[in-house]
């Protein structure tokens, strides 16, 4: 069965310092790969996706993921939190030949202190 | 422009009444969804559009109906829910089945 596992629930940061957030996959082949942001209350929005080719990929805010075959992850990186990155952040994998139907992972909660 | 828009924001909902939220997209999207998500849990997938036909429905109880009029709109028509139904219900869109999706800012739907 299809899964995605983000092992961090919680994690807390200083504003300028550096963010990883893991997440690691089950599935047979090479499915799309998204991470989104949820602020408390609304809607998720897309920050990049992975579908084929550079297996590092850049998306907005200034995150970027890197996508690694031999370990079934997408790791999500930022260099420099700001306060405003605090949000709820979800990894979710897309198989297409369901029609699109997107797994999501956990949630991973950033906390980003002064 | 890359907007989903839901109404309403908030829907409050006694266990008879039956009510309906709304979602519309103007990006020619042919893809709509419509997800579940209940509170510290993440979203799952309760039905896809694709080309306004019904092309997934993840076991949701008919208490749940969704209604695809046109390629812009998506409905949820609820009737008879239970107070376990109350969650953020969002609505997504993507340019065809194979595309990223597009998030809605959600309806919460309280069920009293």
């Known amino acids: 069965a299809q899964s995605v596992t983000q092992p961090d629930i919680h994690i807390t940061v200083s504003e300028g310092a550096s963010l990883e957030l893991r997440c690691n996959y089950s599935?047979?082949?090479?499915?799309?790969l998204f991470w989104y942001v949820q602020s408390p209350g609304q809607g998720l929005q897309l920050l990049l996706k992975?579908?084929?080719?550079?297996?590092l990929v850049q998306g907005i805010k200034g995150f970027e993921a890197e996508f690694k075959r031999s370990q079934s992850s997408f790791n999500l990186r930022k260099p420099s939190v700001h306060w405003s990155d605090a949000a709820e952040y979800f990894c979710a994998v897309g198989f297409m030949e369901y029609g699109n139907k997107l797994v999501f992972g956990a949630g991973t909660i950033l906390r980003v202190k002064s | 422009d890359t907007e989903v828009t839901q109404t309403p924001k908030h829907l409050v909902m006694g266990m008879t009444n039956k009510k309906s939220l709304k979602c519309e997209q103007h990006?020619?999207?042919?893809?709509m969804y419509w997800y579940k998500q209940k509170a510290k849990k993440p979203p799952e997938l309760m039905f896809v559009?694709?080309?306004?036909?019904?092309?997934i429905n993840e076991s949701v109880p008919s208490r749940f109906s969704p209604e695809c009029p046109n390629s812009s709109l998506l409905n949820l028509h609820l009737h008879a829910l239970q107070p376990e139904d109350s969650a953020l219900y969002l609505c997504?869109?993507?340019?065809?089945?194979?595309?990223?999706?597009?998030f809605g800012q959600g309806t919460r739907l309280t069920v009293v």
């Open positions: 599935y047979g082949a090479t499915p799309y």
């Open positions: 992975y579908f084929s080719g550079d297996t």
């Open positions: 990006m020619g999207h042919r893809a």
């Open positions: 997504a869109s993507s340019q065809t089945y194979r595309d990223e999706a597009f």
């Open positions: 559009y694709s080309y306004e036909k019904l092309s």
